[in-house]
């Protein structure tokens, strides 16, 4: 049985992926945050969103010892973070500065692998932070990446299809070609080690564009030799399959799909055993827990589930009600906050963890024009909540419900592709698409002259002012 047990939505656009420490839940956003949660009850950490990125964040990761976490970014870095006070420890540059796609630990920890838009690979001395070697696969785009359980080799996955396992010293030692049509999305290695014969063996996941998930086995011989097999290939899923994850043990692999669902399989014997239904747009995330028995998933809704999964495969799936200690999607989030009743009010509140203040904003009728006006002064003197932390904290909540509901409900058309803020001053690049003037200048002064939508190269710099989607963003402007 799997059991949706709750449902986090503080980030303000699509999540693109989660990734879990003994304690910790990471996850990552295209609104340039990370978010942290503790996993005895989901609640928000105190340094939690993280906002050292200036673009969107595509991939993030623990450490072994969950002591650090590294999330990589459209805008060139990985950012090395400590998960005891949130403070940035390193930043790595990606060689060329390309917007970076995927990063991994090593499992123990002394290396740290990212791959890039044009296809490059840095491989990082963890505990120096320094580059430790570089390699690439031409006229591709890195989008996965993981360590085996011995964390000897690395396998990545690209747009091109193909799966690649490389060494420490950057050697490629076998290339499968066409292991997914139109592409690989996601890739992972399972945890055990099996050795016999003069060889030891891997459990492989991968999935793409092609609609598939599909199980390997990596061979490398005493030779040196290695070579995949394929052993299932899972076909539970209707559209692009855009993540998967083992559990702890093996037993269990999740994956994530353009057509909304999540399937959970014996990963041994390749049999469905759930379909799961919650997401009400892409599932681009996937990860199990290494401690206890749950699993989250993102979307493009903008939402993380957290689901658990009990004994036996009855192939039920129950939905948990929660209260506020629950975290449940609100119908609040689809309003302005200017419209926001008492209720609304309490509920984010809520959602925020700071329940305690509920009674104390109700007694005070603050709805949600009381809200977005409240000051310092206000909280002290009308409100009488006498802690300055407090205080501070429910101002930063609400400076951050102000700039993410400037986006809420935005047709996509008008957020800037890079920034995912609703643009002023748009303009047309040379590739097509519409960006807003100031992005799009800096990014052609920093990133090689690359389209942020193709990755192909700009035929031009010069930037055509969009005057019919500035007047069309001004009307909508308007009518909110």
């Not at 939505?9 to 949660?37: E, G, M």
């Not at 049509?181 to 793409?208: E, N």
């Not at 957290?306 to 939905?319: A, F, L, Q, Y």
């Amino acid at each position: 049985m799997v059991s949706l047990i709750c449902t986090l939505q503080d980030h303000r656009d699509d999540v693109n992926w989660c990734a879990f420490s003994p304690t910790l839940l990471a996850t990552c956003s295209a609104d340039k945050t990370v978010r942290i949660y503790n996993t005895q009850d989901f609640s928000e950490v105190p340094y939690s969103p993280l906002s050292g990125h200036g673009y969107g964040v595509h991939c993030c990761c623990f450490s072994a010892c969950g002591q650090y976490l590294a999330s990589c970014s459209t805008d060139g870095s990985t950012v090395v973070w400590s998960t005891d006070t949130g403070e940035i420890e390193a930043v790595l540059e990606h060689p060329g500065r390309n917007p970076v796609r995927v990063c991994a630990f090593s499992p123990d920890s002394s290396h740290l692998v990212s791959g890039a838009s044009d296809g490059t690979l840095g491989l990082w001395d963890f505990r120096t932070k320094t580059l430790h070697r570089t390699g690439a696969v031409n006229d591709t785009t890195m989008v996965a990446c993981s360590f085996t359980p011995c964390g000897q080799m690395f396998v990545t996955g690209s747009t091109y299809g193909d799966l690649r396992l490389w060494d420490l010293d950057m050697n490629q030692l076998h290339a499968e070609k066409n292991t997914h049509d139109l592409g690989v999305t996601c890739c992972c290695f399972g945890p055990k080690i099996l050795s016999g014969s003069g060889t030891v063996q891997f459990r492989l996941a991968s999935c793409g564009q092609d609609s598939t998930l599909k199980i390997w086995t990596v061979s490398r011989s005493n030779t040196g030799s290695c070579k995949m097999q394929l052993l299932h290939t899972l076909t539970g899923q209707s559209a692009p399959v855009l993540s998967c994850a083992f559990s702890a043990d093996g037993q269990l692999l999740v994956s994530g799909s353009v057509d909304k669902t999540v399937t959970v399989y014996d990963a041994s014997q390749g049999t469905l055993l759930y379909t799961l239904n919650q997401h009400e747009r892409y599932v681009t995330a996937c990860a199990f827990s290494p401690s206890t028995p749950l699993f989250a998933t993102g979307s493009m809704d903008k939402t993380v589930n957290i689901w658990r999964v009990e004994d036996g495969h009855s192939g039920h799936v129950e939905t948990a009600t929660f209260s506020c200690e629950g975290r449940k999607l609100l119908c609040h989030s689809r309003l302005l906050v200017s419209d926001w009743s008492e209720e609304d009010v309490g509920a984010w509140l809520c959602e925020e963890g700071l329940q305690a203040l509920v009674e104390n904003f109700k007694a005070n009728n603050i709805d949600g024009a009381e809200l977005i006006s409240l000051t310092k002064e206000t909280l002290a003197s009308e409100l009488n909540i006498e802690s300055v932390g407090l205080r501070s904290k429910v101002l930063r909540k609400v400076e951050e419900l102000k700039a993410g509901c400037v986006c809420t409900g935005v047709p996509d058309e008008y957020l800037c592709p890079i920034t995912r803020e609703l643009m002023k001053d748009p303009v047309i690049a040379a590739d097509g698409y519409s960006y807003e003037r100031e992005a799009i200048e800096s990014w052609i002064a920093t990133k090689n002259r690359s389209s942020p939508m193709t990755n192909l190269p700009l035929q031009t710099t010069l930037l055509t002012p969009n005057r019919t989607l500035k007047m069309a963003i001004g009307r909508w402007r308007t009518s909110q």
